[in-house]
C-alpha cells in the first residue's frame, strides 16, 4: 500500500527540502521504491539538494497539465535506482498547480511507488495546501525556537482540517521532525528544549536532527545528508526517523551537550 | 486581592450618531447646506456624522469628493454608509452596514435651528438599544434559534483557529494552542494547556467561567472584562485553575 508523506512546515529555511531528500533517500536505501516531488514552484530547490538540477527536463506542472508523461519527467538518482525525483519547475508561478492535476500526478505515482514524498512550500499558501491535501502522512519540520513552533502549529491545524483525508473524517498522521537542535544552546535555554515543542506541539516525535555542517556540506555537494556520509550524526537521525517511518520500534536518541557538567552548570547561571 | 486593578476594559457601546442624507442634485444641497452652517457655524463641531448616500447612487469618486468637501466645510465624518463595501480604502472614512435609523422629527439641518438639542432622539435611541438587547438579540448573532448545548471540542484547537460558540459552553478536550481563540457566550472548559486566548461569557454572561489544567494564557475574557498575560499572577501561572468575574474583576483561583 503506497504512502503519500508531506514534509512540511510554516516558517522557511528549518529544512524541509533537506528533510525530504534525506528521508526518500533513507527509504529508498531501505529497498522501498520512492518517489520525491517538489512542491515548491517558482523556487526550486529540491533538484539542487538531490544533485539532479542539470537533468531536469519536465517537470510537475508539465506532468499537472497534461504536456508531459510521468516517465519523461521521472529523474531516476544516480546513486539509488529505486529513488526518483519530480522536480518543480522554476519558471511558472506558483498559481499554474490545480487541485485536479495534483490528483492525476498523485494517482499515477501511487501505481509505481511505495513511497511518495512531497516537499511542500513553506506558509499557508495554496502551494503548500495542495502538496498536503492527498497526504497520508505529515512530517512536520520544526527548528527549537518559539515562531518555527507556533508556525507549525498552524500548520498542525491545516493538516487537520484542509486535507482530503481530514474532510472524509479521517485523521491524518502526523509527526514532528525537531531539526538544527543545538543540545548545548537547549540547555543554556537559549533554544526551546525538546520537552518543550513537544508539550506544545503534542504530536509524536519522529527524530531529532542536531545542527551539524555535515548537512550543509551535503547539500552543497548535491547529495542529500544519509546518502553523503551514512555515519554523521544527521545521516544517523534521518536513518532511524526513516524506519520509525516503517513502523520500526527504535529508541530515540536526544543530542545531549557533551561538553560536561560544569559548562552546562555555569552557563544555565548565565541565562 | 488587593492588588490595584491595572485591565483594560472593553465594552460594546452604542451612540446615537448623526446621518447626513445628501439628496440630489448635490449642488443644491451643499447651498443649503452652506446657509445653515451661515446661520449656526457650530452646528457640527464636535458631532459625530455618518454620510448616508443609500439614496444617491454614487460612484466612488463623486463619494470621495462628497466626503473632501463636507471635510472642508468642518464637518466630522466618522463613517459612510449606503455604499458599495468594497470601497474601503485609506482615503474613505470607515464603510459602515446594518445602521438603524430612528424616528427624526425633521432633519436638523434643513430646521436650522440653533444648537439643536439631540436628547429626544438620544433616548428614542437608546431606548431601541435597550429594547434590542432584551428581545432581539438575534440581530447581532445572525442565529435566532440558538441551542445552548454545549460545543465539544475533542482535538487541540491549534495557532490560527478560532472556536465560536455564541451561547452554551465549550469543552476543550485537548489543548488551546496560542495564537488560538476560543470564543464562548458560556463557560469554558479546558482539559489541557491554555496558550491562546479564551473569551467567556462573550455576549455578556458575567456568570460565566473558565476552567483549565493549565494557565499559560495570552488572554482571558468573562463578561467582556478582559485580563492579559502580563497581569496574571505568578502563583497561578502554569496552575490548574478556574477563572471568573468578582466586581468587573477576574479573579483567578487554583483547582488544587
Redesign the interface.
Given at each position: 500500500m503506497p504512502k503519500i508523506l508531506v514534509v512540511t512546515s510554516g516558517k522557511g529555511g528549518v529544512g524541509k527540502t533537506t528533510s525530504t531528500a534525506a528521508l526518500g533517500a533513507a527509504l529508498a536505501q531501505s529497498n522501498q521504491k520512492v518517489a520525491v516531488v517538489d512542491f515548491d514552484v517558482g523556487l526550486r530547490n529540491l533538484d539542487l539538494v538531490m544533485g539532479a538540477e542539470r537533468r531536469v527536463v519536465y517537470d510537475l506542472i508539465n506532468v499537472a497539465q497534461g504536456d508531459a508523461k510521468l516517465h519523461q519527467a521521472l529523474i531516476r538518482d544516480k546513486r539509488l535506482d529505486n529513488l526518483y525525483l519530480l522536480p518543480a519547475s522554476q519558471t511558472r508561478d506558483k498559481d499554474a498547480l490545480t487541485e485536479e492535476g495534483v490528483r492525476r500526478v498523485i494517482d499515477e505515482l501511487r501505481e509505481r511507488f511505495d513511497w511518495i514524498v512531497c516537499d511542500s512550500p513553506a506558509g499557508?499558501e495554496r502551494g503548500a495546501t495542495l502538496a498536503m491535501r492527498f497526504a497520508d502522512v505529515a512530517v512536520v519540520v520544526a527548528n527549537p525556537e518559539v515562531s518555527s513552533v507556533?508556525?507549525s502549529?498552524?500548520i498542525?491545524?491545516l493538516l487537520?482540517?484542509k486535507t482530503e483525508i481530514a474532510e472524509k473524517g479521517g485523521r491524518m498522521e502526523k509527526h514532528l521532525l525537531l531539526t538544527r537542535y543545538d543540545a548545548g544552546r537547549a540547555a543554556r535555554g537559549e533554544m526551546l528544549n525538546v520537552d518543550d515543542v513537544l508539550?506544545?506541539l503534542?504530536i509524536p516525535l519522529l527524530g531529532i536532527i542536531p545542527e551539524s555542517e555535515d548537512v550543509l556540506r551535503a547539500s552543497n555537494v548535491g547529495s542529500p545528508v544519509t546518502l553523503h556520509n551514512g555515519a554523521s550524526a544527521p545521516s544517523r537521525a534521518y536513518a532511524d526517523a526513516a524506519r520509525r517511518l516503517c513502523g520500526a520500534e527504535v529508541p530515540m536518541d536526544i543530542p545531549s551537550d557533551k561538553k560536561g557538567l560544569l559548562v552546562r552548570l555555569f552557563g544555565r547561571r548565565a541565562a | 486581592m488587593t492588588q490595584p486593578s491595572t485591565h483594560i476594559r472593553f465594552r460594546g457601546r452604542s451612540f446615537p450618531v448623526l446621518a447626513l442624507e445628501p439628496d440630489a442634485p448635490i449642488a443644491g444641497w451643499f447651498e443649503r447646506l452652506d446657509a445653515c452652517l451661515e446661520h449656526s457655524p457650530a452646528f457640527f463641531s464636535r458631532k459625530a456624522i455618518v454620510i448616508d448616500v443609500t439614496k444617491l447612487g454614487l460612484d466612488r469618486d463623486t463619494v470621495g469628493e462628497l466626503v473632501e468637501q463636507l471635510s472642508g466645510r468642518g464637518v466630522r465624518i466618522m463613517g459612510l454608509t449606503g455604499v458599495d463595501p468594497s470601497w474601503a480604502c485609506d482615503d474613505l472614512p470607515p464603510i459602515l452596514t446594518n445602521g438603524r435609523s430612528i424616528a427624526a422629527e425633521e432633519a436638523p439641518v434643513e430646521g436650522g435651528e440653533d444648537a439643536p438639542s439631540l436628547t429626544e432622539s438620544e433616548r428614542a435611541a437608546f431606548d431601541e438599544i435597550a429594547q434590542a438587547l432584551a428581545g432581539g438579540a438575534e440581530e447581532q448573532t445572525h442565529e435566532p434559534e440558538r441551542s445552548a448545548a454545549p460545543l465539544i471540542v475533542d482535538t487541540a484547537v491549534r495557532s490560527g483557529q478560532s472556536i465560536f460558540h455564541p451561547n452554551g459552553d465549550v469543552i476543550v478536550i485537548g489543548s488551546v494552542s496560542s495564537g488560538a481563540d476560543i470564543v464562548a457566550g458560556g463557560s469554558v472548559h479546558v482539559y489541557g494547556t491554555v496558550r491562546g486566548r479564551i473569551m467567556a461569557g462573550a455576549y455578556g454572561d458575567s456568570r460565566a467561567r473558565i476552567f483549565c489544567r493549565r494557565l499559560e494564557a495570552e488572554l482571558l475574557a468573562v463578561g467582556g472584562f478582559y485580563m492579559t498575560a502580563d497581569e496574571i499572577r505568578d502563583d497561578v501561572r502554569g496552575r490548574a485553575v478556574h477563572a471568573r468575574l468578582e466586581d468587573e474583576t477576574i479573579k483567578i483561583t487554583k483547582l488544587d
Amino acid at each position: 500500500m503506497p504512502k503519500i508523506l508531506v514534509v512540511t512546515s510554516g516558517k522557511g529555511g528549518v529544512g524541509k527540502t533537506t528533510s525530504t531528500a534525506a528521508l526518500g533517500a533513507a527509504l529508498a536505501q531501505s529497498n522501498q521504491k520512492v518517489a520525491v516531488v517538489d512542491f515548491d514552484v517558482g523556487l526550486r530547490n529540491l533538484d539542487l539538494v538531490m544533485g539532479a538540477e542539470r537533468r531536469v527536463v519536465y517537470d510537475l506542472i508539465n506532468v499537472a497539465q497534461g504536456d508531459a508523461k510521468l516517465h519523461q519527467a521521472l529523474i531516476r538518482d544516480k546513486r539509488l535506482d529505486n529513488l526518483y525525483l519530480l522536480p518543480a519547475s522554476q519558471t511558472r508561478d506558483k498559481d499554474a498547480l490545480t487541485e485536479e492535476g495534483v490528483r492525476r500526478v498523485i494517482d499515477e505515482l501511487r501505481e509505481r511507488f511505495d513511497w511518495i514524498v512531497c516537499d511542500s512550500p513553506a506558509g499557508i499558501e495554496r502551494g503548500a495546501t495542495l502538496a498536503m491535501r492527498f497526504a497520508d502522512v505529515a512530517v512536520v519540520v520544526a527548528n527549537p525556537e518559539v515562531s518555527s513552533v507556533r508556525d507549525s502549529d498552524r500548520i498542525i491545524g491545516l493538516l487537520d482540517a484542509k486535507t482530503e483525508i481530514a474532510e472524509k473524517g479521517g485523521r491524518m498522521e502526523k509527526h514532528l521532525l525537531l531539526t538544527r537542535y543545538d543540545a548545548g544552546r537547549a540547555a543554556r535555554g537559549e533554544m526551546l528544549n525538546v520537552d518543550d515543542v513537544l508539550e506544545i506541539l503534542s504530536i509524536p516525535l519522529l527524530g531529532i536532527i542536531p545542527e551539524s555542517e555535515d548537512v550543509l556540506r551535503a547539500s552543497n555537494v548535491g547529495s542529500p545528508v544519509t546518502l553523503h556520509n551514512g555515519a554523521s550524526a544527521p545521516s544517523r537521525a534521518y536513518a532511524d526517523a526513516a524506519r520509525r517511518l516503517c513502523g520500526a520500534e527504535v529508541p530515540m536518541d536526544i543530542p545531549s551537550d557533551k561538553k560536561g557538567l560544569l559548562v552546562r552548570l555555569f552557563g544555565r547561571r548565565a541565562a | 486581592m488587593t492588588q490595584p486593578s491595572t485591565h483594560i476594559r472593553f465594552r460594546g457601546r452604542s451612540f446615537p450618531v448623526l446621518a447626513l442624507e445628501p439628496d440630489a442634485p448635490i449642488a443644491g444641497w451643499f447651498e443649503r447646506l452652506d446657509a445653515c452652517l451661515e446661520h449656526s457655524p457650530a452646528f457640527f463641531s464636535r458631532k459625530a456624522i455618518v454620510i448616508d448616500v443609500t439614496k444617491l447612487g454614487l460612484d466612488r469618486d463623486t463619494v470621495g469628493e462628497l466626503v473632501e468637501q463636507l471635510s472642508g466645510r468642518g464637518v466630522r465624518i466618522m463613517g459612510l454608509t449606503g455604499v458599495d463595501p468594497s470601497w474601503a480604502c485609506d482615503d474613505l472614512p470607515p464603510i459602515l452596514t446594518n445602521g438603524r435609523s430612528i424616528a427624526a422629527e425633521e432633519a436638523p439641518v434643513e430646521g436650522g435651528e440653533d444648537a439643536p438639542s439631540l436628547t429626544e432622539s438620544e433616548r428614542a435611541a437608546f431606548d431601541e438599544i435597550a429594547q434590542a438587547l432584551a428581545g432581539g438579540a438575534e440581530e447581532q448573532t445572525h442565529e435566532p434559534e440558538r441551542s445552548a448545548a454545549p460545543l465539544i471540542v475533542d482535538t487541540a484547537v491549534r495557532s490560527g483557529q478560532s472556536i465560536f460558540h455564541p451561547n452554551g459552553d465549550v469543552i476543550v478536550i485537548g489543548s488551546v494552542s496560542s495564537g488560538a481563540d476560543i470564543v464562548a457566550g458560556g463557560s469554558v472548559h479546558v482539559y489541557g494547556t491554555v496558550r491562546g486566548r479564551i473569551m467567556a461569557g462573550a455576549y455578556g454572561d458575567s456568570r460565566a467561567r473558565i476552567f483549565c489544567r493549565r494557565l499559560e494564557a495570552e488572554l482571558l475574557a468573562v463578561g467582556g472584562f478582559y485580563m492579559t498575560a502580563d497581569e496574571i499572577r505568578d502563583d497561578v501561572r502554569g496552575r490548574a485553575v478556574h477563572a471568573r468575574l468578582e466586581d468587573e474583576t477576574i479573579k483567578i483561583t487554583k483547582l488544587d
